[in-house]
């Protein structure tokens, strides 16, 4: 039973595989992140600090706000039940910064929400796990860069990632009169501040017209702590019907980790005359996560809900592909698409987690007001692929076979640079 609690925290926004939140600036929405090679702003603090190592000898700001917007996952089984999860609406701020030279060296920091997670249902199947959950991670990113020479550069940073989550499930027995009998409701919240690192590598010919470039990004455990509350049937512990309205109420400490995994980019940048295409390879190492495996303070608590529900997700791959077009002095026009790779197994697909592949295409400009100040406008949209699957119930113990389809995501960002 501890699937019913607990796993509602891997819910995703559905922006990218699992729930990773790549989009991190007005470059990164507009080229579906193919900002990587070719990164040639503040946030470059995020996407490759090396590159940072290259640019003119200035310092450079950039502050944005992000709106994103989830629709509907649609779940009709076999039976032609239909569900539906709710709308999801959300405005995030971001802030890059890279230095100038600093008795060689120059800096780099960034602000940003690397992994996030929101999904409710209001229907008696799916709130069983999942009626309604969020996971809120804000990372601060410092970096150090080296210039090793004309052609390649170097840079190092710390990762501190903090985090919250909450829960709320409610598990209802739907009886053969149609009416339902409370098994069990729980709210959940927890905080956490881990830690983790990233490194960068990057590579310019003289003509600076061919960049290469890798990234990786460390694993960092979130390990929640905090305190959940609600009640349980006693029939969960008997097993004896005639205990099914027998309540017993609880408030225990618990904690659960929840990986962020790590990453690995590869990525080149060539440059035609005004236009510059870049693609991207990137690799998220998924298969870290096993098990979600949750343990409260309170031993009748954890007999119930403690067992640990295995996972067994996947590594999987994002393939990246970005134009930069510079129209004219003033305007740069950007586009881009990414096919994005579900990490998530036929085996453990559920309520709280409906992902599948997904591609995504964007576009977006920036306009130089002057040559200090730039005003950028991009926007994205993932479209997920539909998806048969077999949802186990943990109320009636038995599984949902159907298919998962609709959802989506836009995404929408405003933001201002500014150099000098």
């Known amino acids: 039973m501890k699937k019913t609690l607990l796993f509602s925290l891997m819910t995703t926004l559905l922006l990218a595989n699992g729930y990773k939140i790549p989009e991190q600036s007005i470059n990164g929405i507009a080229l579906s992140s193919a900002n990587i090679a070719n990164a040639h702003e503040a946030d470059a603090a995020y996407y490759n600090p090396a590159n940072i190592g290259f640019f003119p000898n200035k310092n450079y700001f950039e502050i944005n706000a992000l709106f994103i917007h989830l629709n509907k996952v649609k779940f009709k089984n076999n039976n032609g039940e239909v569900y539906y999860s709710r709308r999801e609406d959300f405005a995030l701020p971001q802030f890059h910064f890279a230095s100038k030279e600093i008795n060689g060296f120059r800096f780099g920091f960034c602000i940003v929400y690397p992994d996030g997670l929101s999904k409710r249902w209001y229907d008696v199947v799916p709130e069983a796990g999942a009626k309604e959950f969020t996971l809120k991670t804000i990372e601060f990113n410092p970096t150090i860069i080296k210039r090793i020479n004309n052609n390649f550069s170097v840079a190092f940073g710390l990762r501190f990632v903090k985090?919250?989550?909450?829960?709320?499930?409610?598990?209802?027995?739907?009886?053969?009169?149609?009416?339902?009998?409370?098994?069990?409701?729980?709210?959940?919240?927890?905080?956490?501040?881990?830690?983790?690192?990233?490194?960068?590598l990057a590579y310019q010919n003289d003509k600076k017209d061919i960049k290469i470039a890798t990234t990786f990004r460390s694993s960092i455990n979130l390990s929640l702590s905090g305190n959940g509350s609600g009640y349980y049937s006693k029939y969960l512990l008997t097993q004896n019907p005639s205990d099914i309205n027998k309540y017993i109420y609880f408030n225990t400490p618990g904690k659960v980790t929840v990986p962020i995994p790590a990453q690995f980019d590869f990525a080149i940048a060539k440059k035609f005359n005004k236009t510059t295409v870049e693609a991207v390879f990137e690799r998220t190492f998924w298969s870290?996560?096993?098990?979600l495996d949750?343990?409260?303070?309170?031993?009748?608590?954890?007999?119930?809900?403690?067992?640990?529900?295995?996972?067994?997700?996947?590594?999987?791959?994002?393939?990246?592909?970005?134009?930069?077009?510079?129209?004219?002095?003033?305007?740069?026009?950007?586009a881009g698409y990414a096919y994005d790779e579900t990490p998530v197994p036929d085996s453990t697909i559920d309520f709280t987690l409906p992902d599948s592949d997904k591609q995504i295409i964007s576009g977006g400009f920036k306009y130089k007001i002057d040559d200090r100040l730039s005003f950028g406008m991009a926007a994205l949209y993932a479209k997920p692929h539909s998806r048969s699957a077999k949802v186990y119930d943990p109320v009636t113990k038995s599984y949902n076979i159907g298919k998962f389809s609709e959802g989506g995501a836009f995404l929408f960002g405003i933001g201002l640079s500014y150099s000098y």
């Open 288 to 291: 870290k996560y096993k098990k």
């Open 163 to 200: 985090s919250e989550g909450i829960a709320n499930v409610l598990g209802l027995k739907q009886n053969s009169d149609n009416t339902v009998t409370p098994l069990y409701s729980q709210y959940l919240n927890g905080t956490s501040f881990d830690r983790g690192w990233n490194a960068a």
């Open 294 to 334: 949750f343990n409260f303070k309170d031993p009748y608590v954890n007999a119930i809900f403690g067992q640990p529900i295995p996972k067994n997700w996947k590594d999987s791959n994002t393939y990246r592909l970005g134009v930069t077009h510079q129209y004219s002095n003033k305007l740069t026009l950007m």
